[in-house]
């Protein structure tokens, strides 16, 4: 449905029931049939952001360079990127193989547009106009005396900036053949000058940048860029910490997901509007909780036979008491969306109410030099053995469910960004992929595996989980098959010759051209696309607190949920190590495991109106 | 709700017996009436808000190993002694003590005894949004294993109970505290900073805070679950690293409040505050923190806003 048309009453023109009581009887059905769409609401877009937030950001923690580094002398580093994508709903994804082997995506028209607003971007100064020095600080060790002191003089080192760049994504191309790794366009740049956190009175810190109104391609990948090329000298160095970086957009209110084939949805409504109680059965406008005038809808004996008289004020047939029934509709607030505990409103009128949420979740962002190297694995976290096969290091993160949502789709970040470390006795460079110690490098095979779930049990007597994003491998970074060839994008992010390499001494043939990599992980079960195109995933999956009303869940890959509908969070965990060998002693201490500031998961569906 | 002249809600036009109607006033009442559902006012609808998360968190690495890294703690006291580092200006610093509402039994930082180390989160909202929940989740390894990283104290071994003032170098609890009692250590503030003065830590607007609570009075389960999978469901990859294959179920300790219901003013600058303690060591006994609090436990920190729908 879409907005109501009437006749206009022209002056002269003879008053007909049409005139008064059609639009009266079309804004009844309307509501009542839950049909209020977006293109009728005036506020008809909501927000959503992708907010990233990182510990610590150097020179040495991050050792990529930017475009200047070839002309103004300074380090030019660090230059870190995060890549992220928007993808359309599952239900408005659809592609197609080419002969190549290539995809051919076919839009959707329904696909609610995405429009990047506000970008803001905060650090810690400790609330004074300071820079905070570095661990790295004199160049020699990763144990500066300094580390975390303020700097009052070196506050003019706080010059970054900072771009969202767009690129076509490498899974669109055939195969093996894509050579298209560099981002193509800058969305949006911004730069915060150091002047503009340096006064003791006011700073720009956080520092805003809004009304950008940039529309989002969902079928690209961007990449956000810090650059701040002065943080560093040769002997020198500042640190950026507790940086929160939030991305604001505005993207249309869409429908709801519902219907028996939604995972985990409660079973109470399937997400379908006035399942369990209709206008017609409430028989009333639902008013009396805001007046005190409950009025029955409209029916056909409210309105005039053709001919029939037109009266201001009948109790059953007056003009004044159907326009009352859509006033008083309204006065009791037309309904749609969730409430919290994942239930409906009992009677809902609109439409759409749901819109596009991203939830960002860190992984492995603070190990010990922001990069984790084959050197010193066996220090990494819950690592307690060193020349031992089948051990990893491990990371969780735990996010409260606070309103209700389905995930249609999660995708993940791995990179390659080189960093340094301290060896005890000098820093060293990790720009070298994972390999076997020796001139020859060689492979190995290192393994990523990441799953999600949600969980019950925080301040419960019960505890489980469930599975909602399946167990992802990565495995053996230096094959395609099993790593990069899965992937949605391979991004090349910052200057060439510091682009991750197979062989201890770099060599053309040896260097990989990307550094930033994105992957799609798919839901649990069956039945759906994938945006990496290699397997199906499942449909999307609701995730929701529940109550005695609403635990009652339909399957979850096919069976009951194991927290029964009373999930209380999600849960992302990673794990890297090798299965097969020994990474302490086997690999070369050069290799790189992990790129600088670890790995990004987006848990990526609708969220509601709440 | 704004004063009204009459209870009706889409149009002002009232149509009774025995007063006048012409076609104009009809005209605008179906108008008024067909706009108010063609175009639906947001004050007219009850659901208009949707959650936004704010997520962070990290495992720190090994205290045990090369390690210099404690970011993102940084010291609270800007005013302590070597706290910079280099020429100052002369006013400087601008804010000795950054924080309101953070002072603990055995850490006095006017006169330089002890500090404490703040994580802090500054977000910006431009348009006015509504503070819903505050999450912050210690985790603390359950299990036997004696090489588990995340035990919450600093001691080694495993069976010294965390976040008590247990001695382990010298010094004595704060007054009112026994060794054994349990710390009331870490505050947790959510301010929002004055718009004339926003960079005056005394004038921030404290929303949300706790502070003085026992951290081992706020466990994640009451039900401690098992520490291999036995009689609970777990996911994949199961967190086990090999070596320590006891840290699977998700425990520790948990300050987490929803429904706060609490407005944030356009263009405000929130920030959200978590501090760990540093005791002197002689004075005080540094606790079961030891003397690097911040690699005891891996955090998880989620602050919730409802924002509302707009135009584009």
């Known amino acids: 449905m879409a907005k109501i048309t009437r006749s206009k009453l022209a002056r002269g023109a003879k008053l007909l029931a049409k005139h008064l009581f059609e639009p009266m009887t079309s804004s009844q059905t309307q509501a009542t049939t839950a049909n209020l769409d977006s293109s009728q609401v005036a506020a008809s877009h909501a927000p959503f952001r992708v907010n990233l937030s990182m510990p610590v950001l150097s020179p040495s923690t991050n050792k990529m360079t930017g475009p200047k580094e070839s002309f103004n002398l300074t380090p030019g580093r660090p230059f870190h990127g995060i890549p992220f994508m928007l993808p359309p709903f599952q239900e408005h994804l659809s592609f197609s193989t080419t002969p190549r082997g290539g995809k051919a995506v076919t839009p959707s028209d329904d696909m609610p547009e995405i429009v990047l607003d506000e970008v803001s971007f905060s650090f810690d100064q400790r609330l004074e106009p300071a820079a905070i020095i570095s661990n790295f600080d004199g160049g020699a060790s990763a144990s500066s005396a300094n580390a975390g002191k303020l700097s009052y003089e070196r506050v003019d080192r706080l010059n970054i900036e900072l771009a969202i760049m767009e690129k076509k994504p490498v899974w669109f191309d055939p195969p093996g053949q894509s050579r298209n790794y560099r981002p193509g366009r800058v969305v949006w740049s911004g730069r915060i000058e150091a002047i503009n956190v340096t006064d003791s009175y006011f700073r720009l810190n956080p520092w805003v940048s809004s009304s950008i109104n940039e529309v989002i391609d969902p079928m690209k990948s961007y990449i956000f860029t810090i650059f701040a090329p002065d943080l560093g000298t040769a002997d020198t160095e500042c640190a950026l910490v507790s940086i929160e970086i939030s991305m604001r957009f505005l993207t249309k209110l869409t429908q709801r997901d519902s219907g028996t084939d939604i995972q985990n949805i409660p079973k109470r409504h399937d997400g379908l509007p006035n399942d369990n109680l209709t206008h017609a059965n409430a028989a009333t406008t639902g008013a009396g909780t805001n007046s005190a005038t409950s009025r029955a809808l409209i029916n056909a004996a409210a309105v005039p036979v053709a001919g029939g008289a037109i009266v201001a004020n009948d109790a059953t047939t007056g003009v004044q008491t159907s326009m009352a029934v859509i006033d008083e509709m309204s006065r009791r607030k037309f309904q749609g969306g969730y409430k919290l505990d994942s239930d409906l409103p009992m009677l809902e009128e609109l439409k759409d109410n749901a819109a596009y949420t991203v939830l960002a979740v860190p992984l492995f962002n603070n190990v010990e030099f922001s990069g984790m190297a084959a050197r010193y694995f066996d220090q990494q976290p819950y690592r307690t053995s060193g020349a031992q096969s089948d051990k990893y290091c491990i990371d969780r993160r735990y996010i409260p469910i606070e309103s209700p949502m389905t995930i249609h789709h999660i995708l993940f970040t791995y990179n390659w960004m080189p960093f340094e470390s301290y060896t005890g006795a000098t820093l060293a460079s990790h720009t070298q992929l994972p390999a076997l110690a020796g001139a020859g490098g060689g492979g190995v095979d290192l393994k990523f595996e990441l799953g999600v779930g949600i969980g019950t049990g925080v301040r419960g007597d019960t505890f489980g989980y469930q599975q909602i994003g399946k167990l992802t491998t990565l495995d053996t970074p230096q094959s395609a098959g099993n790593w990069f060839g899965k992937a949605v994008d391979l991004v090349g992010h910052g200057s060439p010759n510091l682009l991750p390499h197979a062989l201890p001494t770099p060599t053309i043939a040896s260097t990989r051209p990307w550094n930033l990599e994105l992957y799609a992980m798919d839901l649990v079960g069956t039945g759906s696309p994938s945006l990496n195109g290699m397997t199906a995933q499942g449909k999307p999956v609701f995730v929701g607190r529940g109550t005695s009303t609403t635990a009652s869940r339909q399957d979850v890959d096919g069976g009951a949920s194991s927290v029964a509908g009373c999930e209380q969070w999600i849960e992302v965990r990673g794990r890297i190590g090798d299965p097969n060998a020994s990474i302490t002693g086997t690999y070369s201490t050069s290799s790189m495991l992990l790129g600088s500031g670890g790995i990004w998961v987006y848990i990526i569906g609708k969220t509601h109106l709440v | ?312």
């Not at chain 2, 076609?23 to 949707?50: W, Y």
């Not at chain 2, 299990?143 to 382990?168: H, I, W």
């Not at chain 2, 921030?204 to 609570?213: G, H, I, N, P, Q």
């Open chain 2, 1 to 312: 709700m704004a004063w009204r002249r009459h209870t009706r809600n889409l149009t002002k036009e009232v149509f009774y017996d025995g007063t006048t109607v012409d076609g104009t006033r009809l005209e605008k009442a179906v108008n008024d009436i067909v706009e108010g559902v063609n175009s639906v006012e947001k004050g007219n609808t009850r659901q208009r808000f949707v959650a936004t998360q704010y997520h962070s968190g990290f495992n720190p690495p090994n205290r045990s190993s090369t390690n210099y890294s404690k970011w993102p703690w940084l010291q609270l006291n800007n005013g302590a002694t070597g706290s910079h580092s280099g020429v100052k200006p002369v006013d400087a610093p601008y804010n000795p003590v950054r924080l309101k509402g953070s002072s603990i039994p055995g850490i006095n930082l006017q006169e330089d005894l002890g500090d404490q180390y703040v994580w802090t989160r500054t977000l910006y909202f431009d348009k006015p949004v509504v503070l819903h929940g505050v999450s912050i989740f210690l985790h603390n390894d359950t299990g036997a294993n004696g090489d588990r990283p995340y035990t919450g104290q600093s001691a080694g071994g495993v069976t010294l109970k965390p976040y008590t003032y247990f001695a382990v170098g010298t010094g004595v609890p704060p007054q009112g505290f026994s060794p054994t009692s349990d710390t009331v250590d870490l505050p947790i503030v959510l301010d929002v900073m004055n718009p004339g003065t926003p960079e005056d830590a005394e004038m921030t607007d404290v929303e949300f805070t706790r502070t003085l609570y026992t951290i081992n009075g706020e466990p994640s389960s009451t039900h401690m679950p098992n520490a291999t999978a036995t009689g609970w469901n777990d996911f994949q990859p199961h967190y086990d690293s090999g070596d320590v294959t006891d840290a699977r179920p998700l425990y520790g300790r948990v300050v987490e409040y929803r429904g706060l219901n609490i407005p944030v003013h356009q263009r405000a600058r929130v920030r959200l505050a978590v501090a760990i303690p540093l005791y002197d060591g002689t004075t005080y006994t540094q606790a079961t923190w030891g003397t690097e609090p911040w690699y005891l436990q891996a955090w998880s920190s989620t602050i919730t806003v409802l924002e509302e729908v707009q135009t584009l």
